[in-house]
């Protein structure tokens, strides 16, 4: 959804950008192409695998672009060094990315068989998702699989994993997919795989991802200067939930204005070319002057 992002920012040439989950520096350089010589872009990541690939991407851009090993959520911090601590727009694109998804080996797919560790950051000290799986009490589980998973056979599957792992612990992909196989069956709900709302859920809980995009929300307005945008990609209803209602709340604060209700999603033809954006939904705020 690349024109639409830079639709959203509304790109003015000399201003600085933040893209806020910078990734493999796709939206960035996308970002940079519109910005003239005197305007930046801030590439944020918690990942530093992906900064590696963005800072290959970027290059040609030299000394307009800077790449910080950090959470969105640290953004207030990190603009508060600079004069004026504000930024004309401000990109969250929250999925996983395709080097996350089929490169790392940390268990973000229930595709592959590798271990399930899922930190989006492998420098943070944890928990990992095998230790949350075997240090949890049978009611956190519960609770991670319903609140981030929205999955309703929550209480029975965390029985099931509970009961499991005294006889042998959960330490990959594969195993965990047999078992949530096994307790919730192996029929497709809708488009997804039964592991889809677990393998989610895990992936909230051991990031910490509603609780960071929470923190990042509640500074949004004041990082941005008047007019400043921000626009948010989500993939999934909790997120989005969250986004649409905080911009609501803004807009009947007089902090932001939403620039349309609805969201805007991916064309079909671009969820035939590239399948994940499917579930993609992109609003868009604007600071109030
Ligand atoms: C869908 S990818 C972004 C792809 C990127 N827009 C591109 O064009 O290549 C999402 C990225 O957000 C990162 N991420 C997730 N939560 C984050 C957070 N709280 N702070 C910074 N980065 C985060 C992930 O590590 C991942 O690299």
Redesign the pocket.
Known sequence: MVEEVLGGLNIRPERLYV??????????EAILRRTSQRGELWG????PM?LQV?AGRLAPFTSRFRLMH????RLGELLAARTPPRTAGI?L?????L??LRRSGRGFSFQEDEPLDMR?DPTAPGPTARQLLQDSSREELERIFREYGEEPQARRLARVLVEGRRRRPLATTAHLVQVVQETLGSGRRGRHHPATRVFQALRLAV?R?LE??EA?LEGAPTWLEPEGRLVIISYHSLEDRMVKQRFLSWERAGLMVRLGRKPLTPTPAEVARNPRARSAKLRVAEKIS
């Open positions: 893209d806020g989950t910078v990734g493999e520096g796709g939206h960035a944020l990541d918690r990942n992906v963005a950090a959470s969105f959520a990109l694109d929250l999925g996983l990315s080097y996350l989006l990031n991802e960071e995009l990042f």
